[in-house]
């Protein structure tokens, strides 16, 4: 028998919620005891954020499992071919990872702190499959009206009290940024989660020089900077956007405590 269109597009995203915490908890359970770990996922996947957007029927649950996963990676088990497979993934999710997955890329490749190797031709590769990946979609899109890149058209959207705008001037724009930037912080965990990630962050790195900063925090760094990049192109701080980047500084801060109380143990 089929499935309504809300049931057919719900059932991927709780799917997607319990891989999610299969993952946390598998990787969480490397450096806490099983049940620990167990516990620790059991709190996060039951935050608010998460159960709301498991409900929702948009990719934002699988997209943040493939952008996840990538992370996982790249940071816990270093892999060009499991970070790719799923920047890829993420890209066809959501078009929008496409900024996300270039700059994970570049750095991985450019930044020489990375545990694996990335050649000048294999990056261009990636990046070309992750660019054509893009345009293939908004190909797909501009038979509804989009144009092919997207985002210009986009653009006039932005605001979703009101349809289509020929202009939109800087003006407006500063004051809906202000509008939802306010809203955000009391709607969505956004704020916290800034914060936790500068506090993983702000003890390990020791030097300003780019080579010295461990390459976990260069991560988390890129991950808050380009949160802040994502709403300034798209101004919404709905937590569906950001649950990948939240997973992440939780399981960094959770594993840079146990690792600091290992050290302190020594």
């Known amino acids: 028998m089929g499935q309504t269109l809300t049931k057919a597009t719900v059932i991927p995203s709780v799917i997607t919620f319990i891989l999610i915490g299969l993952l946390l908890y598998f990787w969480l359970s490397k450096y806490l005891k099983i049940w620990v770990a167990f516990i620790f996922s059991l709190l996060f996947m039951h935050c608010g954020f998460m159960l709301n957007s498991a409900r929702l029927s948009s990719p934002d649950m699988l997209s943040a499992f493939f952008l996840l996963c990538s992370l996982y990676f790249t940071i816990e088990k270093p892999s060009v071919l499991g970070l790719f497979t799923f920047l890829l993934l993420s890209v066809f999710t959501r078009i929008d990872n496409l900024l996300f997955s270039i700059c994970m890329i570049t750095v991985c490749t450019f930044s020489g702190s990375w545990a694996k190797r990335i050649s000048l031709f294999n990056y261009l590769a990636m990046t070309g499959l992750l660019v054509a990946a893009y345009f293939i979609i908004t190909t797909i899109s501009s038979r509804a009206a989009?144009?092919?890149?997207?985002?210009?058209?986009?653009?006039?959207?932005?605001?979703?009290?009101?349809?289509?705008?020929?202009?939109?001037?800087?003006?407006?724009?500063?004051?809906?940024?202000?509008?939802?930037?306010?809203?955000?912080?009391?709607?969505?965990?956004?704020?916290?989660?800034?914060?936790?990630?500068?506090?993983?962050?702000?003890?390990?790195?020791?030097?300003?020089?780019?080579?010295?900063?461990?390459?976990?925090?260069?991560?988390?760094?890129?991950?808050?900077?380009?949160?802040?990049?994502?709403?300034?192109?798209?101004?919404?701080?709905?937590?569906?956007?950001?649950?990948?980047?939240?997973?992440?500084?939780?399981?960094?801060?959770?594993?840079?405590?146990?690792?600091?109380?290992?050290?302190?143990?020594?």
């Open 146 to 266: 989009f144009g092919i890149l997207y985002y210009p058209t986009f653009i006039h959207y932005f605001n979703s009290s009101y349809s289509y705008r020929e202009t939109f001037s800087i003006k407006e724009y500063l004051t809906l940024l202000n509008a939802k930037l306010v809203a955000g912080f009391y709607s969505s965990s956004f704020l916290i989660f800034v914060l936790l990630g500068i506090m993983t962050t702000i003890h390990t790195v020791k030097s300003i020089r780019f080579q010295e900063i461990p390459f976990t925090s260069i991560i988390c760094i890129l991950v808050l900077l380009l949160s802040f990049v994502r709403f300034f192109m798209f101004p919404d701080l709905s937590d569906r956007f950001y649950l990948a980047y939240y997973a992440l500084i939780f399981i960094v801060l959770l594993k840079r405590f146990v690792l600091n109380e290992m050290k302190n143990k020594q």
